[in-house]
Structure formats: structure tokens, C-alpha cells
């Protein structure tokens, strides 16, 4: 199920050294309008960096346009993007 899944991929993070997001079900808003223009499963908004699901992934341009770093569900976390000191 879903936030089982969640859950997992929270406690590998955690277990690798990756600090908690600040936000989980984060939605990006435009400069102009401030209506929603991307989202996210979980960010770490000090850091810039978006955390998505599969179906999530239509989105990366857009984070990636606004300064952010994406990282995808999909694929092993690294450590480095977090600066590589988990803090």
C-alpha cells in the first residue's frame, strides 16, 4: 500500500543517513499566480530538493527549472545530494 511505502523509503533514508523532509505532499506554486505548477512527494525546501513518485516524474523539468534538485523514487538516494554529511 501506499504509505507503507512511504514509510519504507522513509526509514531506508533515515538509515542511510538522509535527514527527514520538511514537507511530504508538497505542491510547487508559480511566481505569478501562485497556482500549483508541480508537485511533489516529499521535499527538503532549505535544500531545494524534490523527492517524486513514478507518477510524479512529468514534473521534474519544472522543479528543475525553479532551482530545484529532483530525485526520483525510482532510484537509490545519493547521500552527496544532501551534502553528503546527512545534516
Known sequence: SFPTRRSSDLTEMKKNGIPAPSTIGFELSGKSDGATIAEAEMVWE?????????????????????????????????INVFGGDGK
Do not use: H, M
Open 46 to 78: 532549505n535544500r531545494k530538493i524534490a523527492w517524486l513518485l513514478p507518477e510524479q516524474e512529468e514534473y521534474a523539468d519544472i522543479f528543475k527549472t525553479n532551482g530545484w534538485t529532483v530525485i526520483y523514487s525510482s532510484e537509490k538516494v545519493d
